[in-house]
């Protein structure tokens, strides 16, 4: 028994007796999961919205046809088997019995047809199925067949990828809303239930265990296997004030903290009571993100400028601190320790810092002076902490900085926007990509440089261009890697967005918690308290 | 006395109005076409167009307001910009916790500052009296936030008496709903405490130094009685005054201590919501707390005008 | 924060019924006062006023020659010695981006101070010219006060995040905005002093005797409101550098590059329990230099306002 424990019960025997009794059993306690999120849940429509906070929440509701496990390969989740024709054209798949939506309704070929449909508008690896398809029908209630036009051998990575937006399962009725307007029900099929009347935008949002899951037989392995539930209720507490969440864990008032910062996680360790690690082995790559369309990121030489003087030693200490465990320099796109890791034409990345070079490239660009709004949200460590190295950077360069401080919401509105500068256009934004987001392009959304329809910032470079078909095309690794090789070192000429380096994130639990696990999405299934 | 109380009840009728134009006028004063910060992240223009249509920016301003006060009165606040829920539920999810601090604070801060206010007249120039203004001028000296960490760090993490943070519904227990509500409770109380103290001690020493009380005083009343008896109940109405404008500053101070105890009340509505810009949110807490300040200040009034027979209009 | 306002007895609370003389507004005629001239006796006589104004003097050096203080750039970054504890070197320590606390306390009393000073001016010369206005003119008086009495139904601190949600983060926002938020309490103060004059016989006397207007008021009305318009401003000066730090706490306040004590204190919350002089720096300086001017406001109002003195 704690002092508070002890305290309330003195203080329930003697001065609040006849009170009413506190309503949390021990049993009760144990049974609910107090988790605090990286951010809080402000929607909850996982095709709609890409922030990976709503991935997070989302894999508990909804399942998949497929599910990545650790090894990043596509495991059969939701489907029981699949077929696929000699010339590679046909798939037939056919559904696992007894699948149920948590409204009681069974899981239906028509469901995963319009679910999957509705995914293929938002998803670049979606777009690109649904270019070659030619028929996508329900054969009958458990049977589907997909019909395309040429061989799309990532077919299943693409279904079954961690990766925003993925491709989520609802009922028929809800995957027939627009696309670009979000759900009006959150009804899936996965292991726990959104109780949607206790969702309080902004401080909670609570899960409970959908009694009807029928798990897989096999062991649980991140996305792919059994996800058994061993607690019955999810809370998600968002905390805004990493020193509340930080109190409330040492305190025992939660049981785990998916993103404590990690100058806090030495007092943490202290606590005898509380466990903190790595969360992510595959990490996440900070990114400097510039916009093609508006002056002076519009001209190279000004994208280059800003990469000859990038320290990413100074962006890590900011971000993770005096702990050199916890980051590495990334003179590439692609994440470290991954069979595709590259550092050709890195060099512009390495070695001392060159602010002359930087000086000189920006006046070859012709930057006359304009204000250059750098949108940084603050209420994101992460961005945060990068924002104010960007800052000094850019004014040591001798860019004119217009500080835009503002919140990761205000951010994904005004990055969206291609307007001139001065009409709600903007020049550089910081965001992260997880490491299992950045190990190939058919995942790696940032690393695309088609012009319009790129990722924001829009990086128009024809030659990344080439060498992303040149590896979907890729007969064997060997291939695939060269072509990756050609795709980091013209992504690095023309700076298709400057990383600022490559860092771990911890996680931290309350010992009395057991098995949670490492990986870029916390997964609750397999977590128990004890 | 009647015609009072009706001319009082009307009088805030302008009022309101005048708070619900300003509300109203948030969203047009602000930089940028409102259509396409409501339409938000992945709008088309089609998006944005049938925004700009359903928010009638092509009609007249005074327009828009009739209409939009008309549908305040029916208790349509409209939608949330980012949750897409509508403001109104998204209030009611989060009046109690914010209720039950309030509450909390005001009887906290009463039953300590009046006390205290008290003593200082009775003992005005000693050493109490000092420390009791002393203390009351800290209170104002020192942001909220600042006395909520230290008070979080001191009895929640050190001594482990108190949770650090959240909030636990009365319908779960009372211990368990005051123990989370007692450090933000008094870390918000500073301010207020330090106010109501200061008048207290000010009309106290006013109504001291009246006849009735040197009257009670060669009677040979006790000092207790005169203290709580005689002066106190004469000196209420303008401390019940303080007490009503006051709730102005548990409002202002409750935005931050709920940010601090990481409390899921409507302080930190409006602070996500002012950070996300999110205007159907701000405008209706506004217009909320701002209704519920004025409705306390006029039940106040009403109050006294009913009790106290001095009063008369 | 309005605290300060609320608690001033010279602007007496608007919803006090009428007959209720709670807050007396008018100044009394200035007893003769036996003083020992010089600055000892004004030590003597008013002691907490002279710690207050030595305790603000020295702040306002402070803002003024920042640079001269030993202070190094308090924006430059370097995140390799970040988080430094208090030492010979960094005498605050350094931050998460090894910016130096003590340059960044230093100058960010200049932001505190800008923004406390520039409120109480402003606020003063607004609210002063439409309770001016208002108390003179009938007509305007019944609109501006319905207007003055919306605004003043809007809690202080709602209304100015409120207002910071409409514009950027800038120094001049955060002034303009926090004004805006004091500027009804002051213009009603005036006014109250204003009406309450105008029935003065010597007022009266001069409107008879066909004394122009504006003569009117700078000659009488307005030496008159001076007395409890200062005691007024220096409370408002004190809430307003409370209230930049609440703005700033939240996000919604001056850019966070900029250092003002507010911004220091909201950059170190999240290591609050770690690294608790990030905050405590600030936060020290900031109540001190608040309490000095609330202090030194509790003078003035002492020495022009004796039946107050008596009192508070």
């Known amino acids: 028994m704690d002092r508070r424990t002890f305290l309330k019960a003195g203080a329930g025997a003697v001065a609040l007796s006849g009170l009413a009794a506190p309503a949390y059993s021990q049993g009760a306690n144990a049974r609910t999961l107090r988790f605090v999120p990286q951010a809080n849940l402000a929607n909850f429509d996982p095709i709609w919205g890409t922030q990976y906070v709503v991935r997070n929440a989302a894999v508990l509701v909804w399942d998949t046809l497929y599910g990545f ?106 995957a027939k809303t627009d696309p670009f307007q979000q759900v009006s029900e959150y009804i899936g099929s996965g292991p726990m239930r959104f109780v949607r009347n206790e969702w309080v935008p902004g401080a909670k949002a609570v899960f409970e265990r959908f009694a009807d899951y029928q798990p897989r037989q096999e062991a649980s392995n991140w996305l792919a296997g059994g996800k058994r539930m061993l607690v019955d209720r999810v809370e998600w507490i968002i905390m805004p004030d990493p020193a509340t969440a930080s109190a409330a864990l040492q305190n025992g008032e939660v049981d785990w903290w998916e993103n404590p910062i990690t100058d806090l996680i030495p007092q943490l360790r202290r606590n005898r009571n509380v466990r903190a690690d790595i969360a992510d082995p595959l990490g996440n790559i900070g990114a400097f993100r510039m916009n093609y369309l508006t002056p002076p990121f519009n001209n190279v030489k000004a994208r280059q400028a800003v990469m000859a003087a990038l320290s990413q030693e100074d962006y890590m200490a900011a971000l993770v601190g005096g702990d050199q465990q916890m980051w590495k320099p990334l003179p590439s796109f692609f994440t470290p320790g991954t069979p595709l890791y590259t550092e050709e034409g890195g060099e512009i990345l390495k070695g001392p810092r060159n602010l002359d070079l930087a000086k000189r490239l920006l006046a070859e660009s012709g930057y006359a002076g304009t204000p250059v709004p750098c949108i940084v949200a603050q209420d994101q460590p992460i961005t945060k902490a990068m924002g104010d190295v960007t800052a000094d950077l850019l004014k040591r360069i001798g860019f004119n900085v217009d500080f835009v401080a503002t919140d990761w919401g205000t951010v994904g509105q005004r990055r969206a926007m291609k307007n001139p500068l001065g009409q709600g256009g903007w020049s550089m934004f910081h965001t992260w990509h997880a490491g299992a987001d950045a190990i190939n392009p058919a995942v790696y959304i940032a690393i695309r440089a088609n012009g319009e329809r790129a990722w924001f910032g829009w990086p128009d470079v024809p030659s990344v261009e080439t060498e992303v078909t040149n590896w979907f095309e890729a007969k064997n690794l060997d291939e695939e890697k060269a072509a990756i090789r050609r795709l980091n070192k013209a992504a690095m000429e023309n700076v298709v967005y400057a990383p600022t380096g490559f860092f771990l994130q911890y996680q931290a639990w309350r010992a009395n918690v057991t098995g949670v696990g490492k990986g870029p999405i916390p997964f609750f299934w397999g977590v128990g308290k004890s | 006395m009647f015609n009072y109380i009706v001319r009082r009840v009307l009088a805030t009728i302008p009022v309101m109005a005048i708070v619900a134009l300003f509300v109203f006028s948030l969203l047009y004063i602000a930089p940028g076409d409102p259509a396409a910060v409501i339409a938000g992240d992945q709008a088309t223009p089609d998006d944005v167009e049938r925004i700009r249509a359903s928010l ?125 509500l007692i450090l933000p409770a008094v870390a918000l109380g500073g301010v207020y405490i330090a106010l109501i103290a200061r008048i207290t001690r000010a009309t106290m020493l006013e109504v001291l130094s009246q006849d009735y009380i040197r009257t009670a005083r060669a009677k ?67 217009l909320l707390f701002s209704f519920v300040y004025v409705l306390v200040n006029l039940g106040i009034d009403l109050v006294y005008t009913l009790f106290d027979p001095r009063i008369r209009y | 924060m309005a605290s300060a306002t609320v608690m001033a007895p010279a602007a007496p609370p608007a919803t006090l019924p009428p007959g209720i003389n709670a807050a007396p507004v008018m100044p009394d005629v200035l007893p003769p006062v036996k003083a020992r001239k010089g600055v000892l006796g004004f030590i003597r006589r008013h002691p907490t006023m002279s710690v207050g104004l030595f305790i603000i003097a020295t702040m306002i050096f402070i803002a003024i020659f920042a640079p001269y203080l030993g202070t190094t750039d308090p ?102 905005a926090i004004t805006i938020a004091e500027v009804p309490r002051v213009s009603r103060l005036v006014r109250g002093v204003v009406l309450s004059l105008r029935e003065q016989p010597y007022v009266e006397a001069a409107i008879a005797a066909g004394t122009r207007t504006p003569t009117i008021i700078i000659r009488h009305i307005l030496p008159n409101t001076l007395a409890p318009l200062t005691v007024q401003a220096t409370f408002i000066c004190a809430a307003a550098m409370i209230t930049e730090s609440i703005l700033s706490f939240i996000g919604a306040g001056t850019p966070p590059i900029i250092p003002s004590w507010g911004n220091i204190m909201a950059e170190g919350r999240a290591l609050w329990q770690v690294k608790p002089y990030i905050v405590f720096f600030p936060a020290i300086f900031l109540s001190i230099t608040v309490l000095s001017i609330n202090l030194v406001g509790d003078g003035l109002r002492d020495a022009l306002d004796p039946r107050m003195a008596k009192r508070l």
Request: hydrophobic share 50%; glycine share 8%; proline share 5%.
């Open chain 2, 220 to 286: 040979g009343a006790g000092q207790g009685s005169i203290l709580f008896l005689h002066a106190l109940k004469n000196a209420a109405v303008p401390i019940v005054t303080v007490i009503g404008i006051g709730i102005a500053l548990l409002i202002g101070g409750a935005v931050v201590t709920e940010s601090v105890f990481a409390i899921p009340g409507l302080g930190r509505l409006t602070v996500d919501a002012i950070l996300r810009r999110d205007y159907p949110v701000i405008q209706g807490v506004v």
């Open chain 2, 56 to 180: 009638g920016l092509d009609r007249p301003f005074l327009v828009r307001f009739g209409e939009w006060v008309f549908r305040i009165l029916q208790g349509d606040m409209g939608v949330s910009i980012f949750t897409n829920l509508p403001v109104t539920t998204m209030i009611q999810q989060r009046i109690e916790p914010t209720l039950s601090l309030m509450v909390l604070t005001v009887i906290l801060a009463v039953s300590v500052a009046i006390p205290l206010g008290v003593i200082a007249a009775w003992k005005q120039g000693t050493l109490i009296d000092r420390a009791v203004m002393g203390m009351a001028v800290l209170g104002f000296s020192v942001p909220v936030f600042v006395v909520g960490y230290l008070l979080a760090y001191i009895f929640a993490l050190e001594l482990d008496w108190l949770p650090v943070q959240g909030y636990t519904a009365l319908s779960e227990g009372l211990w368990p709903w005051l123990e989370n």
């Open chain 3, 75 to 176: 924006t430059a970054l370097a995140p390799a010695r970040r988080t430094r504890e208090p030492s010979a070197q960094y005498w605050f320590g350094t931050d998460m981006l090894g910016r130096d606390v003590y340059s960044r306390v230093m100058y960010g009393a200049r932001v505190s101070l800008l923004v406390g000073f520039a409120v109480a001016f402003c606020a003063s010369i607004i609210g002063l010219t439409i309770g001016l206005v208002s108390g003179y003119i009938r007509l305007a008086d019944s609109i501006i006060m319905r207007i003055m009495d919306g605004l003043m139904s809007i809690p202080p601190i709602l209304l100015a995040i409120a207002l910071m949600a409409l514009t950027r983060g800038s120094v001049q926002n955060v002034i303009i």
């Open chain 1, 69 to 174: 496990d650790s090894n990043l390969q596509p495991q059969r989740q939701m489907v029981e088997s699949e077929e696929v024709s000699g010339d590679g054209l046909t798939w037939s798949f056919r559904l696992r019995p007894g699948l149920k939506f948590h409204d009681g309704s069974a899981v239906t070929s028509k469901d995963v047809v319009a679910s999957i449909t509705r995914w293929m508008a938002r998803d670049s690896m979606g777009l690109m199925v649904k270019a070659l398809m030619q028929e996508f029908v329900a054969v009958d209630d458990r049977n589907f067949r997909l019909v395309l036009s040429k061989p799309y051998p990532k077919l299943l990575v693409a279904l079954g990828k961690n990766s925003t937006p993925m491709a989520f399962i609802m009922p028929e009725r809800l």
